[in-house]
Every structure is written in C-alpha cells, then in structure tokens.
Nanobody, 125 residues
C-alpha cells in the first residue's frame, strides 16, 4: 500500500524553526518527484518546494527562498523540509506529495498522484 506520512508540525513563535518529515512506504522515493505544498484556511493549495530525482535539483517558491530547505534521505525513504525564520503567514497545513517516475518536479499540485494526510504548522506569538 502506497503511503506518505508527514510529521513535525506544531506551534512555533515567529522567527522559530520546524523540520517536517515525509516518510514513504509501499514504494521508494529514489526515482520520484517529491513536492511540499501548503494550504491555509480559505486559500488554494500552493507549492512550497520540490525536488527532482534526475539531478537532485530543488525548487522553492519565492517567499520561501532563503528560509526553507528541502532534502531527501533515500536510505530512510524520507524527505525533509527545514523551515527557518517562520512567519505568521506560513501558518497552514503542509502536505508532501510524490509523482512516480517523474524526472523533474513540479510546483503544481495537479502533477502529483500520491499525497500525505498533512501536518499543521502554526506560527503565532
């Protein structure tokens, strides 16, 4: 059974950090495009970051550049999203997604087949 499970969300003060994890089971992430997305109440799901399996290149949305870092540990079949200098506007449910055998990742949620259940990130003082 293909499954993605996110963890690491929580409540953090502005300027704080969180590290999200996305663990895969039922398939390996080595050759899959992986994306992180988020959705705030009343807003559409938006792309945060993604990583391509072909060359390990990463993409970040403009508002995340310099603050968020995506990485993968193939041995653990897990991807991570390190989030630093968090802001209240980063508050959302964060999702990871996988598209098997896609050589290049995408920031569009429609391009992904498998999704995790999401983890809540709340940035508030």
């Amino acid at each position: 059974q293909v499954q993605l499970v996110e963890s690491g969300g929580g409540l953090v003060k502005p300027g704080g950090s969180l590290r999200l994890s996305c663990a895969a089971s039922g398939f390996t992430l080595d050759y899959d495009a992986i994306g992180w997305f988020r959705q705030a109440p009343g807003k559409e799901r938006e792309g945060v970051s993604c990583i391509s399996p072909s060359d390990g290149s990463t993409y970040y949305a403009d508002s995340m550049k310099g603050r968020f870092t995506m990485s993968r540990d193939n041995a653990k079949n897990t991807v991570f999203l390190q989030m630093n200098n968090l802001k209240p506007e980063d508050t959302a449910v964060y999702y990871c997604a996988a598209e098997p055998a896609a050589p290049v990742c995408s920031s569009w949620p429609e391009e992904y087949t498998y999704w995790g259940q999401g983890t809540q990130v709340t940035v508030s003082s």
